[in-house]
């Protein structure tokens, strides 16, 4: 927001609280990628919007972010209508395989590959190769998707005549807990699966990618490797407290 102000006799560009959540987003992503000597140009934000009107992501995608994370096929048709192009769309939440015809000619990227029977959808309803990051519940809580760390080469293996399919990468979910060490154990550990992995250079399966770290934990997870944040409500705020 541009405006004039009269007492200086300047003009002051004012900051919305989405471009001031953004801002420290950025600035915290730059610290992380400092400590450890990475380049920031490595991280990819991905703002998640599944709980926010399409107004707010529209807010978003005109502060410059164009990855958007969104985490039902519900949820990510009704934006995909009201935000017909400028959006690279990554689809982070659980699918059912019945489901996955709705969604995989509209993403960009998949984060949350876990079954064989997704994998037959895709290879069945899809035109063009989906770039994939397969989910990993490295943590191991029941509550969580994802495959065990040990299943993991040999499902990755058993894709290997899906040519619909591209696994570019990793996805996880840290566990919730106030725990820093042990979330970071977590990502960690993802990141040392993902290295095992890309170092058996799979040609359909490069896995050079790692889908970690929320509003809560994304600077651990950058320390720890992590190339693509899913961000919530950090970044897009929650409009039920009418922030803006
Ligand atoms: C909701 C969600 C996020 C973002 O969560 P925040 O804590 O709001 O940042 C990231 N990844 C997945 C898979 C999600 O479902």
Same mark, same amino acid.
């Given at each position: ?14 900051m919305t609280p989405l471009q001031q959540r953004i801002e420290t987003i950025e600035d915290t992503i730059c ?14 934000v991905i703002a998640v919007t ?6 707010r992501t529209?807010q978003v995608l005109e502060s410059d972010i164009v990855h ?102 990793? &996805?996880?979910? =840290? #566990?919730? /807990? ?6 970071? +154990? ?5 990141? *040392? ?8 250079? &799979?040609?359909? =399966? #490069?896995? /050079? ?6 509003s +809560?934990?994304y600077?651990?997870?950058? *320390? ?5 944040v899913?961000i919530g409500t950090a970044l897009v705020g ?6 803006e």
């Open positions: 927001m541009i405006q004039w102000n009269k007492v200086s006799r300047k003009v002051v560009i004012e610290q992380a990628c400092e400590r450890v000597g990475r380049d920031r140009q490595e991280v990819t599944k709980q926010v009107s399409t107004e529209q958007l994370g969104e985490n039902r096929p519900e949820g990510l048709l009704a934006k995909q209508q009201a935000i017909p192009q400028g959006a690279v769309w990554h689809f982070i939440g659980n699918v059912q395989s019945r489901k996955v015809k709705e969604i995989i000619e509209r993403v960009d990227y998949l984060h949350s590959l876990d079954r064989i029977s997704i994998a037959n959808e895709i290879q069945k309803r899809s035109a063009e190769p989906v770039d994939c990051f397969v989910q990993v519940n490295v943590s191991g809580e029941d509550s969580k998707s994802g495959l065990k760390p040990s299943e993991t080469e040999g499902f990755i293996e058993a894709l290997k005549d899906y040519d619909k399919i591209r696994v570019i990468g990793l &996805m996880t979910m =840290a #566990p919730l /807990t106030e725990d820093r060490e042990e979330i970071r +154990n977590v990502f960690k550990s993802l990141r *040392e699966l993902r290295d095992d992995l890309a170092s058996k250079n &799979m040609k359909h =399966a #490069p896995v /050079t990618k790692l889908s970690m770290g929320m +809560n934990d600077s651990i997870a950058i *320390e720890e490797g992590a190339t693509h899913r929650s409009e039920s407290e009418g922030d």
